[in-house]
């Protein structure tokens, strides 16, 4: 079984419900197995189903699909305790997440709900068949970021509705976390510095993500009442604050102090505080870009490499959509000298993922954990496109008098 090649998903199938049967996990059983594997840290070192036992050498691209399907699947195994109706749920959910005019899934329609179709989603997915995405933008962010599909999912099978709402503040919620969590460091390195100024660059962005959340009880989480929410939460800002060095008295107590806003057990708490560092310790040479930088070195260096190569390449057509968009223009040369207003911000976002919609290389600021890379957008587009910003700027100063 090859998950690289068509049909995997209908071999792969009779061999999970099998482990699921022998293994009888319940929800939190399945997620601290998963967190075994790499895959809610983005690197999948191996996989829930087949543990060290591939029957090939799969990369880990091909461990993250198994990952994230075997994770979809048991979401729905545990819901309705059989595999009947599974591609039918997947489907309407997916299609309820990403409505048709989002066609980042390459779908004008609805699809069918079948294998085949759930291994082109999964695909999508995880690389959005883009090569430059594939070789250099980061898996710890995209991947890591898969498993709130998992939740939006089961909070679909659960409630039938809203998922997207659920998915999008869930989202903001993760990333207001994560910027809290970055903020506690007592020693902040250059990149750390790096990625916070990305962090409050989205501020113009998202009301969700401001400048007031300055601790945790400003993060209202009491609206995850899960497990498997809370602790996905607290992992990832775990993931967020790890580095070289051991964790940082603030960090410790940063993270402590979430775990129990999130009123989670204290051996739970200890276990997401400490286990990132052990995982990446155990899979050092598994994981090459941990043996050079920390995941926020490679988190900043590799997106921004990936968002001037796609600004690159998409340069023509962004230029003619942005020249039917002048306020645009006018706003985000605006930007680089002054604050915009909160309507104006609101504005550039709502542009800014209109282009997006158009451009299919650009489909990357439409998925899940996307928004995060906005303000590099607006950063570069200014810089790699100058004349027509400087040109804009120019006409809109006032004349000398």
């Known amino acids: 079984m090859n998950p690289s090649s068509p049909g995997w998903i209908t071999k792969h199938q009779p061999i999970l419900k099998q482990k699921i049967l022998e293994r009888k996990p319940d929800f939190e059983l399945f997620y601290n197995n998963l967190l075994e594997t790499g895959f809610l840290y983005g690197v999948s070192v191996t996989t829930w189903s ?11 691209i091909e461990r993250t699909k198994l990952n994230f399907h075997d994770s979809l699947f048991f979401a729905y195994f545990n819901y309705s305790n059989s ?26 329609k609805k699809p069918k709900p079948n294998a085949s179709s759930l291994e082109k ?12 995405l594939q ?38 919620k993760l990333m207001n976390t994560i910027w809290l969590a970055l903020m506690q460091k007592e020693e902040k390195e250059y990149y750390d510095k790096l990625l916070l100024k990305l962090f409050e660059k989205s501020l113009r962005y998202s009301s969700s993500l401001s400048r007031e ?17 809370k602790k996905y939460l607290l992992d990832m800002a775990a993931l967020a604050i790890w580095d070289d060095s051991s964790i940082d008295r603030s960090e410790y107590l940063f993270l402590k102090s979430l775990g129990k806003c999130l009123d989670l057990p204290h051996q739970t708490i200890e276990v997401s505080t400490n286990y990132v560092h052990r995982f990446i310790v155990k899979n050092r040479r598994k994981i090459a870009y941990f043996n050079s930088s920390n995941p926020v070195k490679h988190f900043y260096n590799q997106t921004t490499k990936t968002v001037k190569i796609l600004i690159l390449r998409n340069k023509k057509r962004l230029l003619q959509e942005l020249s039917e968009s002048k306020d ?66 120019l006409d809109d100063e006032p004349e000398a008098t």
């Open 328 to 393: 645009l223009v006018l706003l985000l040369s605006q930007s680089t000298f002054r604050d915009l207003s909160k309507v104006e911000k609101k504005r550039v976002k709502t542009q800014l993922l209109s282009i997006c919609k158009t451009v299919p290389s650009l489909a990357i600021f439409m998925l899940p954990g996307g928004g995060v890379l906005l303000p590099l957008l607006v950063k570069f587009i200014p810089e790699l496109l100058p004349t027509a910003f400087n040109e804009n700027r």
């Open 213 to 229: 959340i300055q601790n945790i009880e400003d993060l209202q989480l009491a609206n995850y009442p899960k497990l498997i929410q």
């Open 83 to 108: 595999e009947a109706g599974f591609f039918e749920a997947i489907t309407d959910f997916y299609s309820q997440l990403n409505p048709k005019e989002f066609h980042y899934f390459g779908y004008f």
């Open 135 to 172: 070789k250099n933008f980061s898996n710890l962010i995209t991947n890591a970021l898969l498993f709130l599909d998992v939740i939006a999912f089961d909070y679909f099978l659960n409630k039938g509705e809203n998922s997207i709402t659920f998915a999008q503040e869930l989202e903001a």
């Open 121 to 132: 989603i999964i695909q999508e997915r995880i690389q959005t068949n883009t090569p430059v």
């Open 50 to 60: 087949y543990g060290d036992q591939e029957p090939l050498r799969w990369t880990e």
